[in-house]
């Protein structure tokens, strides 16, 4: 008997309607004898009453003066009130079905509040629902540490329960649900002709996830890939099969994948590139910078290291930190706020020429500067001013024929 691990987003819950689409799901798969873990994130989005935003919203006005254990707390009600809704409607439905918070499903974590690892994860009890033939709800993005406190994994976590949990229960497919068909070769709201794609590696989403695709979150593929564990992303809303992530050599295999040169687009907006120049001054100027930013838990991006001196980019928010210590140094950088990072994602780009010369291409015919360029083997980034982000994601798109090209495999 399969055994399918469900996870559904934010707006897959967010009203009755959408609920009634959650349903169908479960029902179609519960009918057809599978074993269903479902993992459910907080109901809707920023704004509506009951998601993660709206419950940070709350104590906002107290300054933001919950200690993390407590706001631990209160953000894990969100996924606790989906996946008792969500039961009730099961068992109106005459599906047997039970509702567990992370805890009670055996997701063990360390204590790190608001961004806690999973250490273990206790199956015993969700294999005892399932064997009596009821549904596994699982509260998402929350556990407990062995001192039974709740914690929280970060957020974008519930697609990390999901992934986790089919991984601890060797479950034969994990199902992320979503408001959009599948994996895009771009962000939809910002590229109007992106497309589904029909399969990737967990390489390629993997460095789409790092890069700023939220469709699923980089820790969950990592679960996946780890595990082995097929992950297929498709839409509450529609009966499309949607992308399939699994490894390439079981993709080729099945000759539903090849080495696109270029797969997708990602981004990152709200970026802050700094520019420090040595002119005469200390020899381990770059050892003094990283070590600040670092002590200060300073995520830094995009470095380039040259004998004159060193670029790199902080996220906006930790933009005043960082030039305050800059010039605690004695360091003047030059602060270009206002940044967007491109990523051009392709596990065939690696020994193709030319793809560099087709980002530079499209993005100078569009009047569209680059600040600073870097690649691997299979990403090349650019960053670019994030007015112009729209316009340099749609030229790309264009440029590498991601419109026009049959998606993975179709
Ligand atoms: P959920 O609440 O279901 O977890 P998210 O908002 O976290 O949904 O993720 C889905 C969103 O991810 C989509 O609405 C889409 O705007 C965004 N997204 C970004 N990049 C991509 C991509 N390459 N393919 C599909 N969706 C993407
Ligand atoms: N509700 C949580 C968040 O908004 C977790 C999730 O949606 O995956 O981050
Ligand atoms: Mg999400």
Not at 52 to 72: F, H, Q, Y
Not at 80 to 102: D, H, K, M, N, W
Not at 388 to 403: D, K, R, T, V, Y
């Amino acid at each position: 008997m399969d055994l399918i691990v469900q996870k559904f987003g934010g707006t897959s819950l967010s009203d009755e309607s959408s609920r009634r689409h959650v349903l169908r799901h479960i029902t179609r798969e519960h009918e057809a004898g599978s074993r269903l873990v479902v993992v459910v994130s907080a109901m809707g989005r920023s704004g509506e009453p009951y998601a993660t935003d709206s419950l940070l919203e709350l104590v906002r006005a107290n300054g933001d003066m919950l200690p993390p254990r407590e706001k631990d707390l209160l953000l894990s009600c969100g996924e606790l009130i989906s996946a008792t809704v969500l039961c009730s409607l099961l068992c109106s439905e005459g599906i047997p079905a039970v509702a567990l918070t992370g805890g009670q499903a055996g997701i063990v974590t360390d204590g790190r509040f608001g961004s806690a690892r999973i250490s273990e994860i206790r199956t015993d009890r969700m294999q005892k629902h399932l064997a009596d033939k009821q549904v596994v709800i699982v509260a998402g993005f929350q556990g407990a540490t062995e001192g039974g406190e709740t914690t929280t994994l970060g957020r974008g976590g519930s697609d990390t329960s999901a992934t986790a949990l089919g991984a601890a229960l060797n479950a034969d497919i994990v199902d992320i649900y979503t408001d959009v068909d599948g994996i895009l070769t771009a962000d939809p709201r910002w590229v109007s002709d992106a497309r589904p794609l029909s399969a990737v590696s967990y390489e390629e989403i993997c460095n789409m996830a790092q890069n700023g695709a939220k469709v699923i979150h980089p820790r969950a593929v990592e679960i996946a890939m780890k595990a082995g564990i097929p992950v297929r992303v498709r839409s509450t809303f529609s009966d499309g099969v949607g992308t399939l992530v699994t490894n390439a050599k079981s993709l080729r295999s099945q000759g539903i994948w090849y080495d696109k040169t270029v797969t997708g687009l990602a981004h990152v907006r709200g970026v802050t590139q700094l520019a420090v120049v040595n002119g005469n001054g200390p020899s381990d100027l770059q050892l003094r910078i990283f070590r600040a930013m670092a002590t200060h838990g300073i995520s830094v991006d995009f470095i380039n290291v040259m004998p004159t001196g060193v670029h790199y980019t902080v996220s906006e928010a930790d933009t005043d930190t960082a030039v305050d210590l800059l010039g605690q140094l004695d360091f003047e950088p030059v602060v270009r706020r206002g940044c967007a990072k491109v990523s051009v994602i392709g596990g065939g780009m690696n020994g193709e020429p030319g793809v560099m010369a087709v980002i530079v291409e499209a993005l100078t015919n569009a009047g569209i500067p680059i600040f600073q360029s870097a690649d691997s083997n299979a990403t090349i980034w650019v960053l670019i001013a994030e007015r112009n982000l729209a316009e340099a994601l749609q030229a790309l798109h264009s440029a590498f024929g991601l419109h026009l090209s049959p998606a993975q495999g179709t």
